[in-house]
């Protein structure tokens, strides 16, 4: 009778320290994530999900959710070079194929950025077909810190992720000082110039987050009198080949191009402007840093953004790297 007794608190006890061994974090929409293990096999649902597993965990990563174009396979490390393609859920139309997700074996699917009520309905739609565990977190810049923190739980990578985490902090900090103090800004988006990023746009949070003041108020077909209304103390240039425009009136005009002050922004291993909006904005924050400033310290955001990239993506640039990736004005 003692011995079956004393069975019996053993199996308890084992029982009661495995459940306490399950890793458990809330997600956006409040749902708990419950994994027995860290996660092995991530796969991400989106873009900026790819990211964030990237820069925790790249050797997590079970595949990308988009064929990767060259310019950032040539960033990346050499495994994730020949990742395979599984899907875009968070693009996708129908009901996705669950196999190839089984197939490699994933046990855990990551979801990072908006969090409309369609992406709700895509986690839980996902998780009961495959039964794997479906984490989404908010990809709103303020939330960068305790989304990086979470994945540390997932992973396993508790470590790596506060330090991440804590280096976020100070770049969101020293941003926060600028708020609303910082130049007018027009993001030209296309060859012409002619199409813009409003302020309400998820793609213009990190101006409005580095202090800037986004001054176009509508996203296509934007006429000379827009631009002579708006006058954008900076441009912001996401396609290189505005520059060559940008030498014609009415931007001859406009304060950013007679001051010099069209910049065009770094994108390695992805934009840092958010081409996907995931954490790598935060070195978009430390380039806006000397990029809003009206006398840029070039040389010191050169350093910052090669500790962070280091850090974050675990390369280090050369010198000729990092002067690329900053040549500067482009006017």
């Keep these: 009778m003692v011995g079956r007794r004393w ?38 649902a989106g873009p900026p999900a790819e990211v964030l597993a990237y820069v925790v965990a790249p050797d997590l990563l079970a595949g990308w959710a988009r064929k990767q174009p060259e310019s950032t396979l040539r960033w990346v490390d050499d ?44 986690a839980a739609s996902v998780q009961q077909g495959t039964g794997i565990p479906y984490a989404v977190f908010d990809g709103r810049m303020e939330n960068i810190p305790a989304s990086l923190r979470a994945m540390g739980k997932l992973t396993g990578r508790e470590a790596r992720a506060e330090d991440l985490a804590k280096t976020a902090e100070r770049i969101l900090a020293r941003a926060a000082q600028n708020a609303g103090k910082g130049p007018t800004l027009y993001i030209a988006r296309n060859a012409d110039g002619r199409a813009s990023t409003v302020p309400r746009s998820q793609h213009a949070e990190i101006y409005a987050v580095a202090g ?7 996203e296509e077909n934007i006429s000379d ?3 002579k209304a708006w006058k954008p103390d900076v441009i912001i240039v996401m396609d290189p080949a505005f520059v ?11 304060p950013a191009v007679k001051n010099k002050r069209m910049f065009v922004p770094p994108a390695a291993p992805w934009s840092w402007m958010g081409g996907p909006p995931s954490v790598n904005r935060l070195l978009g924050l430390v ?9 840029p ?35």
């Design 287 to 295: 380039w806006l840093n000397a990029a809003l400033a009206e006398k």
């Design 79 to 122: 495994r994730s070079k020949t990742l395979p393609v599984m899907g875009h859920l968070t693009g996708w139309e129908g009901e996705p194929d669950y196999s190839v997700w089984k197939n490699a074996k994933v046990d855990l699917f990551l979801d990072y950025g908006s969090v409309g009520g369609r992406f709700e309905t895509l």
């Design 225 to 227: 009198d827009d631009l």
């Design 244 to 254: 060559a425009n940008a030498r014609n009136a009415p931007w001859t005009q406009m």
């Design 7 to 44: 069975f019996w608190i053993l199996g308890v006890a084992l029982w009661t320290q495995a459940v306490h061994a399950q890793i458990a974090v809330t997600d956006a929409y409040g749902r708990a994530v419950t994994l027995p293990a860290p996660a092995a096999r991530i796969a991400p």
């Design 297 to 331: 310290d070039w040389a010191a955001a050169k350093k910052e953004a090669g500790e962070v990239y280091k850090q974050f993506f675990g390369r280090a640039l050369t010198t000729s790297e990092l002067n690329a990736l900053f040549t500067q004005p482009a006017s």
């Design 212 to 218: 800037a003041v986004n001054v176009a108020t509508k």
